[in-house]
């Protein structure tokens, strides 16, 4: 029998697409594939998480505090909410990650949902074996999410048509790609490969 599968939209957020407080280019063109990817999952129904940086207003991930980054994704602002083309049903499980005023959290799997349940444990409580991981931005958030999906045991595939990197070197999504493949994450090129 095929392993239980559930989608991972990482991300997909106002900030992270044009327009937002750190764009990401041609972000918001993940936006109608996800969806497309969602209808897939909830036909088949299979479990849906969607992920958001979440970040209180001073935290280290920032220029302003030391970091790497504009402030961004900052708890209940626009920049925060999922991009509004996003089709969210009312079963989709919610995880928010970057919380803490110390923290990164660029992987999906040191945020929590609304319980506060980690991300891996939410999966194992599903029966979920295999993670389809699409969403913004490739080299950040779903590079790490992937990695640490293949580190916890899962088998892991990228949706390359559903994700777009920051790029903050032109080859840093290249890079990300041949990383993810290199530790055993599989490439799906889009919707035609996909076998639930
Ligand atoms: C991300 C850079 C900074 C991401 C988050 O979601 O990939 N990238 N914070």
């Known amino acids: 029998m095929k392993e239980k599968a559930a989608l991972i939209i990482v991300d997909v957020q106002n900030d992270f697409c044009p327009g937002g407080a750190l764009a990401v280019a041609k972000g918001d063109e993940v936006v109608d594939v996800l969806n497309r990817y969602s209808e897939k999952f909830r036909a088949a129904g299979l479990p849906i998480i969607a992920t958001r940086d979440w970040h209180p207003p001073q935290t280290s991930h920032f220029k302003t505090h030391g970091g790497l980054w504009p402030v961004h994704c900052v708890q209940h602002t626009d920049g925060a909410a999922f991009h509004p083309g996003l089709k969210l049903g009312k079963d989709v499980v919610v995880v928010s990650k970057g919380m803490a005023a110390d923290e990164d959290s660029y992987s999906a799997f040191q945020g929590k949902d609304a319980a506060g349940t980690p991300l891996g444990q939410l999966l194992r409580g599903l ?18 999410t992937a990695l640490d999906g293949m580190k916890e045991g899962f088998k892991v595939a990228v949706l390359d048509d559903a994700s777009r990197g920051v790029n903050l070197n032109p080859d840093d999504s290249a890079k990300a790609l041949t990383e993810m493949c290199a530790a055993g994450v ?9 076998s639930l």
């Open 127 to 144: 029966g979920v074996e295999q993670i389809f991981v699409g969403g913004l931005a490739t080299d950040y958030c779903v590079k790490h």
């Open 186 to 194: 599989k490439m799906l090129a889009s919707l035609d490969e996909l």
